[in-house]
């Protein structure tokens, strides 16, 4: 019971310290900064998303049973506005690890308040497209939202977003 507890206490959406909190900002900055670098033409989604959630750093993992988490910030007209939490558990054909930065825009003010509710999940078929240069050009919004991936390092056998829940800590 109290390590399930200290479980629940480390898995907070909002980081616990000011340190932790100024890490998480930097990171987010560095994704914005590289994801901007990457692909130009995303800026027409941070132009015209009601809102997003930038996940720095999302960890992978699995062997058969695998689980991803990652912290995040959203942002409303330009400004961070809470912190939200990635979580995503999966059984199946699944082997090894990584880590990869997640950006979500979310088309209208009607999607942002479904990831707000913090009750919030995609279906199992939801996708991302992975961000390279020249990636956003082509990329649509599917049920108000548009998911957008960078790789960080790691080697999996999977590379879907399906299954992840959201948690969201307004400041």
Known sequence: MVAGTLGLVGCSTTPKSAEKRAALDSEVQAALDTAKKTDPGLQKFFDTAAGYAVFPTVGKGA?????????????????VTGYCKLTQASVGLALG?????????????AALDRFKSGNYAFSAQASAVALKSG???????????????????????EASVGGQKFSFEPL
């Open 63 to 79: 062997v058969g049973v695998g689980g991803a988490f990652g912290r995040g910030q959203l942002f409303e007209h330009g400004q």
């Open 135 to 157: 990636a956003s050009a082509n990329a649509k919004y599917a049920d108000g939202i548009a998911v957008f991936t960078m790789g960080e390092a790691g080697l999996m056998f």
């Open 97 to 109: 690890g990584q880590a990869y930065t997640e950006l979500i825009f979310f088309e209208d003010q």
